[in-house]
């Protein structure tokens, strides 16, 4: 065990309170295959005892005063900042990025406290023009206790984006993190505890996916779901809510298209596209899955775009050198693998990478080389499957109707990419894509202040911005008569 884990805990957090369990389940560092540690896991009781403690201190949470509950969140986001070398270090051992993206995760998510802290001063309600002797108005309330469901790619972020917004709102929260990568949120939650929230407003249960999943769907308590993760899950977890008619925010599957137009910077292209395509080693919701180059300008492309994918250092996280870190686990590989396997089949060529890292440093990891596969078509599995792994897909079109069309034939509608520089160009694509969120010459569309999420399979509802904090409220219509 390293250092940094030597005084986490490893327990649940329930009603302000550590509690261990005698159900471990081991933590694996994906770089090394070592055991990190053991974290306790929940049975059916511990569940709910986290969901009412989440409901009896929701009267409390709710009535704090405002600036109270402010000062809350930015205590929180003043410890994350303090600590974020400690919980970058957490995130790379149990999650494999490197440590440099981790820390990053962890300011971003300082800055998502910070903003919702805010933003809660300004959940304006309004005066609707009444009649005589009468008042309208329509004010925003907290919906009660929250559960989160957060994924492993960002055990940080994703627990953040969720849980400043629901807080800052006035709701009361329980959490239910990875498996995979369940120390980053023990970590925060230690902060939740340094911050001295009130017991109850914070809880963390660890556990079985699909047991803790159906308590909460089946809670009449649980007023509200929030979920990151795969569209399947998501669509479990959706029709096991109609019980109890939840409030629900799903953030699901990706398959986003990168647009390279013939007018493109192709300087920039590449480097928005390594940027987004390796980052977190292509285990990104929103990581560029289909590349889209103008025949016009494909070969320049390419010659540009393959030595900057040769030039990225595959290693341990931990390592200052490395550009892309380890995949989560063996299946995540054996996916990849046999969608390589299917496009060189199908007639796509292997330009660079393909394979797995097996010597020396890579012998006990799972580590994949980056990868560039050109003459992709929609034959191939990669065209319509989410990769979730450092693979460049390149496909040719000619027209931007050409382009668009193939860019929409996917059940998902998360985030999209595109670059040019011809205005008319440009209004043509970012009107015509069918994605919840679209880049036009730039990578970074998540925010604190923007809103992000998808359409189609991948979800519904909004997380960051003022539409995010509006996802944690109901809006309660008051019609007073004045006698």
Not at 228 to 233: E, F, L, M, Q
Not at 282 to 302: E, L, S, T
Not at 413 to 428: C, E, P, T, V, W
Request: negative net charge.
């Amino acid at each position: 065990m390293t250092n940094v884990m030597n005084n986490l805990n490893t327990g649940l957090y329930i009603n302000g309170k550590w509690v261990d369990t005698e159900d471990k389940k081991d933590v694996i560092n994906p770089a090394t295959g070592d055991v990190l540690t053991q974290v306790a896991q929940a049975n059916e009781t511990q569940t709910e005892d986290a969901i009412q403690a989440a409901h009896a201190a929701f009267p409390i949470w709710k009535a704090l005063e405002l600036k109270d509950r402010v000062q809350y969140l930015h205590k929180v986001a003043d410890l994350l900042e303090e600590n974020a070398d400690r919980l970058a270090e957490i995130m790379t051992l149990e999650q494999g990025k490197p440590l440099k993206e981790s820390k990053l995760e962890v300011i971003a998510g300082a800055e998502s406290f910070r903003w919702n802290a805010e933003e809660s001063r300004r959940l304006y309600g309004e005066l609707i023009p009444a009649p005589n002797n009468h008042k309208y108005e329509v004010i925003y309330e907290p919906i009660g206790v929250v559960a989160a469901i957060t994924p492993w790619n960002f055990p940080s972020g994703m627990i953040t984006r969720k849980l400043a917004p629901a807080l800052a709102a006035g709701n009361t929260v329980v959490l239910k993190p990875s498996s995979d990568t369940p120390l980053s949120a023990l970590a925060i939650f230690e902060l939740f505890e340094q911050a001295e929230f009130p017991e109850g407003v914070v809880n963390i249960v660890m556990g079985s996916s699909k047991e803790i999943g159906q308590a909460f769907t089946d809670s009449n308590i649980v007023k509200k779901l929030t979920f990151t993760g795969s569209t399947p899950i998501g669509k479990a977890l959706y029709e096991q809510s109609a019980q109890t008619l939840k409030k629900m925010s799903l953030e699901l599957g990706g398959h986003a298209p990168f647009i390279v137009n013939k007018d493109a910077d192709l300087d920039a292209a590449v480097k928005g596209l390594i940027a987004a395509k390796f980052r977190n080693n292509g285990q990104v919701c929103i990581a560029p899955n289909r590349i889209f180059v103008h025949n016009a300008i494909k070969d320049a492309f390419m010659k540009k775009l393959i030595p900057a994918v040769e030039a990225l250092k595959v290693g341990n996280g931990m390592n200052e050198d490395s550009n892309v870190g380890p995949l989560i686990r063996e299946d995540a590989i054996d996916k990849i693998k046999q969608q390589i396997i299917d496009a060189t089949d199908k007639g796509a060529t292997l330009v660079t990478g393909g394979h797995r890292l097996t010597e020396g440093e890579y012998a006990k990891g799972f580590f994949m080389q980056p990868t560039v596969l050109d003459n992709v078509n929609k034959t191939m599995d990669i065209f319509y499957e989410e990769t979730f792994g450092p693979v460049i897909p390149v496909i040719t079109f000619d027209t931007l109707e050409e382009v668009i069309e193939m860019a929409n034939d996917t059940e998902y509608g998360l985030a999209s990419y595109a670059y040019a520089n011809d205005s008319s160009a440009i209004q043509y694509i970012s009107r015509n894509l069918e994605y919840g969120m679209v880049g036009i010459n730039e990578v970074a569309i998540s925010n604190a202040e923007t809103p992000f999420g998808g359409v189609k399979h991948s979800g519904f509802g909004r997380e960051n911005s003022h539409l995010g904090i509006k996802e944690y409220v109901t809006a309660k219509f008051v019609n007073t008569k004045y006698l």
